[in-house]
């Protein structure tokens, strides 16, 4: 039966891809997560970045998209929230002080500030589940490359390859910045670094913002 559905399924994993590797709010939160606090909050980072898309899987499934399609002022407050959110993370990156000089000499050793694994994740999950432009981009594909009469379960099945494609991908990117060489490299620029990182995310809100 699933073969039935191929070339639906590689429309849209191709297309997916496409917007995955493409930087946005998820990669600079994956690379400042990484780059401050090391490999395995990066991971974790990244694996609740993989979660964050079942949540827009699930009301894609339970026609909640089709709703917010319909109903133009839900999307709106999806706008609003997820918005606020990316603002609120880039003004706390923005307010990033430097580092002490011994800390900035030991940039090597494993970062004097530590984060919990759970936060690492609720993190990842948070930055991808409140994203109106991944609501939009569901929005997107499940109207237009799905077909209407593809049933719950392959659907089901869609929804779980970009969820595990996601995480992937940033253990990818959460492996390469908290890789010694880069990350010493990244720790030098300390808080510009992480100020950089900010004002990016500032500017994905404002444009979120600008667009409602």
Do not use: D, H
């Given at each position: 039966m699933l073969s039935n559905y191929l070339g639906e399924f590689l429309a849209l994993a191709t297309i997916h891809?496409?917007?995955?590797v493409a930087p946005g709010p998820d990669f600079a939160?994956?690379?400042?997560?990484?780059?401050?606090?090391?490999?395995?909050v990066g991971i974790c980072t990244a694996l609740g970045i993989g979660a964050g898309i079942s949540v827009h899987v699930l009301y894609t499934l339970l026609g909640v998209g089709a709703l917010m399609h319909t109903t133009p002022w839900l999307l709106t407050v999806?706008?609003?929230?997820?918005?606020?959110?990316?603002l609120y993370l880039g003004v706390s990156l923005l307010r990033s002080k430097p580092k002490s000089t011994v800390e900035g000499e030991n940039a090597q050793?494993?970062?004097?500030?530590?984060?919990?694994?759970?936060?690492?994740f609720t993190?990842?999950?948070?930055?991808?589940?409140?994203?109106?432009?991944?609501?939009?981009?569901?929005?997107?594909?499940?109207?237009?490359?799905?077909?209407?009469?593809?049933p719950l379960q392959v659907q089901a099945l869609y929804g779980l390859w970009m969820c595990f494609v996601n995480a992937l991908w940033f253990v990818i990117v959460a492996l390469f910045f908290s890789s010694n060489r880069v990350r010493v490299l990244f720790m030098r620029m300390g808080h510009w670094f992480e100020r950089t990182m900010g004002v990016i995310l500032i500017l994905f809100a404002g444009r979120l913002m600008l667009s409602l």
């Open positions: 891809f496409l917007a995955v939160v994956t690379i400042r997560q990484s780059v401050r606090f090391g490999r395995v999806a706008k609003v929230v997820g918005g606020a959110y990316i050793a494993p970062s004097l500030e530590q984060q919990t694994l759970f936060k690492a993190t990842g999950f948070l930055t991808n589940a409140t994203n109106p432009k991944a609501t939009l981009f569901f929005l997107a594909i499940f109207t237009t490359l799905i077909s209407a009469t593809t």
